[in-house]
């Protein structure tokens, strides 16, 4: 079995394709960029930056020619940043029948104030200049398994004129709409398949909810303004933190809540309550909104409330939006268990970052960073696919899914007691050779030391073949 082969191997278990240039071709191989030379280009660059996340544009091209090369492509006018990702979005949105998640959320990309970058514009509080990418990452919610991206955008914050009337921001384009654009490119589902769009409090907007209507999705989103006036059965305008009150005990059970900045892991207790409620539109609405002409969306809440919190620690309190029907505590665990694969999109955001090191690339203009986007944001959620197959079946036995060459060739390098090896134990020993230790308190490898694990597995195979031909 050659390296060629390895991707038909892999893929019967995730949706991630080991070999590069195969894996390449899957994903930019349809790319329209006004001339097939370019897609070629595009399917070879690709490979190249998939092959080596954190180097340079120069130290993945390997040579000038290829370079500049590179370089070209990326400054052609044809050669954009949806051009070159809408393939990926369409492979993404075409799945089997099902439940997905899309996990949906906005980062900046900072390329610091004394750069000269043409075009970029004014991030965080004014302090540096760079743009913002909005992302829907489609997992699947029975396994958190990472399908792909099904829509992201870019856009550029344009400062808020000094002195705005409400009339004037209503009628101009607003950052928020991004959300809308968004959830309107992924579009409605296919037979059989059922989405689920999971916000932060960034979504708490009525017109995102009407978006997901007119789409025919459903949801799970944040609540943001817990001062909002919401309409009780009766017909009564009441804030929504009042209306939480009334709400009777439904369960509790005990949450694992994830390490933050100053704060350790822990596991703690918390209470689950549920009930029906009805979102009017704002008293003021954008023009869009107006010709909609939908008034109001009636929808559940569920809310999550520490009830013992560590001394000194703000207790954790969850109030989620959904379309879903939750009349049992078992519903509303399951509404809470899809709200709890969000984090998933900020490990994409820190492959885009930390992995790929989008932000310390050296381009003199906006629109190739844009374009390099389209291509690294591939690459992030290739490497995020490469974790997630060691957790959607972590006890199946690894020579069921992995190739047999590479599962002998790893046993050489890392020999065990053990050698019928589980998926499990392949990819805790692939991300050894990347630097994961395997200590007890030191969990599951994440995404970066299994990519290093696996460059040096393919170095020692490429070198093994060549032996072996040279006789």
Known sequence: MDL???????????????????????????????????????????AQMAADPQGSTPQQMHNWGQCKAAYRLLNEEDVTFRGLAEPHWRRTR??????????????????GIHRQVRGLGPTGNGGGYGFFLHSSLMV???????????????????????????????????ESEVWGEVIDLVGRPSEGVKFLHVFDRGADNFE????????????????????????????KQQPLKDILQTLPLGGRYELSVRAQKGQPARTTEVEVRWGLVNVPAPHFRTPWLKELGISSICMWVVEVRETKPPRGVKPLHWVLYTSEAVESFEDAWRVIGYYEQRPIIEEFHKG?????????????????????????????????????????????????VVPRKWLRALQRLRPTPRTNWTVREFYRQLAGLGGFLGRKGDGEPGWLTLWRGFEKLAMVMRYEESKAKCG
Not at 12 to 17: D, L
Not at 144 to 172: D, K, N, W
Request: proline share 4%.
């Open 208 to 235: 995102v909810f009407c978006h997901l209507l007119q789409q025919q999705t459903g949801w799970v989103v944040r609540a943001a303004q817990l001062t909002r006036n919401l309409l009780t059965p009766q017909g």
């Open 352 to 400: 885009l970052k930390t992995a790929c090191r989008l932000e310390e690339r050296q381009y003199e203009s906006s629109a190739p960073l844009e374009s390099l986007t389209g291509i690294l944001s591939v690459v992030a959620v290739r490497l995020l696919q490469l974790r997630s197959t060691a957790r959607t079946e972590p006890d199946r036995p690894a020579e069921h």
């Open 140 to 174: 699947a919610a029975d396994n958190s398994e990472v399908v792909g991206l099904a829509g992201q955008a870019i856009f550029h914050r344009q400062p808020q004129p000094a002195g705005e009337s409400m009339y004037a921001r209503l009628h101009r384009r607003r």
């Open 94 to 111: 075409n799945c089997a029948p099902g439940i997905y998640l899309l996990l949906g959320d906005t980062t900046e990309f900072d390329f």
């Open 4 to 46: 060629a082969s390895l991707g038909t191997e892999v893929c019967g278990m995730s949706a991630v394709t080991l070999e590069t240039l195969r894996w390449a071709a899957e994903q930019f191989g349809a790319c329209e960029l006004g001339d097939a030379r370019r897609t070629r280009r595009a399917v070879k660059v690709a």
